[in-house]
């Protein structure tokens, strides 16, 4: 991507000496809940208000925004708070509609950015256009589908762009509503440096109590600001209620986070120490699964050998291993010292395994 120096620009207008806030309520409900959310964040560090009024909902039947007239209590937004306002826009259709109320920040959901053809079609609406389009990760964790919905805005002549960071769905549990994937974004940061990276951690934690933790992680990997949702009533809200916060405890974490002021220098030491720990620990919870596998193919191992009637210790077979061991390791540079000690202890704790299941 050439020139994109420039996608910066529209940050720096905004002149922040600390990273951009966006918030407000995941779906505008009614006029004075928007109104009152606006107000409450109106003398704090939030430059733009958000509010969902077309809202894409995994299941249908809930409820799904208030449409249109959503913008035009957006609107009574600016004009009162001074704020700049920002929805979702999921086609073509509502692209228009968003330009025609002057909406000044665009969003493209992560639902959205999955689908090339939809992506396509908002950039086409988009073309040329003075706004701001910031565009959320897919829903899944696939960096190039990310990369490819960027190409196709700065190709429709987008000049203002920003990416959000909403975490990535996964079919197994973790904390997360959706899982942060931190490497993703840094990858991506470290393709795009000049590209706005805006970190979103209400659809991140699913869950109020871990949105701090969340936000102070974001601006230690030196993302350049926050979407957070805000409610007057959080738990009442019409959607994503347990993750919203009130505009006081959104004031609150604003001023608990610490914000790290490197030179640019240390920023990008940091940013690539950072990025290399991450490496690390993901290496590391990698060992510690295979490990956790080979443990239980050893337990299988004992269960045969016991109904077999077999001796645990086959010192031929152990002696195969190790040697092809300390030939492979050193193809990967690791030293014969390193591999007999490791193996050595891997080996005790498939023992260790073995003699509990011949006990049994
Ligand atoms: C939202 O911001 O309210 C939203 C629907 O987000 P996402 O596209 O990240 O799910
Ligand atoms: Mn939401």
Redo the contacts with the bound molecule.
């Keep these: 991507m050439k020139n994109n120096s420039k996608l910066r620009s529209w940050l720096d207008d905004l002149n922040l000496d600390h990273p951009l806030v966006i918030a407000g309520p995941?779906s505008a409900e009614t006029e004075s809940q928007v109104l009152q959310i606006a107000h409450d964040l109106k003398n704090s560090d939030v430059s733009i208000f958000r509010a969902?009024i077309w809202k894409?909902r995994t299941r249908p039947g809930n409820f799904e925004g208030v449409g249109s007239i959503g913008l035009k209590w957006l609107q009574k937004v600016k004009k009162e708070t001074g704020l700049l306002i920002t929805t979702?826009v999921a086609n073509a259709n509502h692209v228009k509609i968003a330009l025609d109320h002057d909406v000044d920040v665009l969003w493209i959901?992560?639902?959205s950015t999955v689908s090339p053809f939809i992506v396509q079609e908002i950039a086409d609406a988009l073309q040329n256009t003075d706004k701001i389009v910031l565009l959320?990760n897919p829903v899944n964790p696939d960096l190039s589908l990310w990369y490819g919905g960027i190409e196709r805005l700065y190709s429709a002549n987008i000049k203002k762009l920003g990416v959000i960071h909403?975490g990535f769905s996964t079919y197994s549990k973790t904390k997360f509503r959706n899982n942060p994937e931190w490497q993703i974004p840094i990858e991506l940061q470290n393709k795009f440096p000049d590209l706005p990276l805006i970190c979103?951690p209400s659809?991140i934690c699913g869950r109020r109590d871990i949105i701090e933790e969340t936000s102070q992680k974001a601006l230690d990997l030196n993302f350049d600001g926050l979407m957070i949702e805000t409610h007057n009533d959080p738990d009442n809200a019409w959607s994503?209620a347990s993750q919203q916060i009130t505009p006081k405890t959104l004031i609150k974490l604003m001023k608990d986070l610490v914000i790290r002021k490197e030179s640019v220098h240390e920023r990008s030491f940091i940013k690539e120490l950072e990025n290399l720990r991450i490496k690390i620990d993901d290496a590391d919870s990698q060992i510690l699964d295979i490990l956790g596998i080979r443990m239980k193919v050893s337990d299988e191992i004992g269960k045969i050998k016991k109904k077999q009637n077999v001796a645990i210790l086959q010192s031929e077979r152990w002696k195969n291993i190790l040697k092809k061991m300390i030939s492979d390791g050193k193809q990967r540079g690791l030293s014969e010292d390193f591999i007999l000690k490791i193996f050595k202890a891997i080996h005790q704790e498939s023992i260790n395994h073995q003699e509990k299941i011949l006990k049994n």
């Design positions: 995941c969902g894409p979702e959901g992560a639902r959320k909403r979103d659809h994503d």
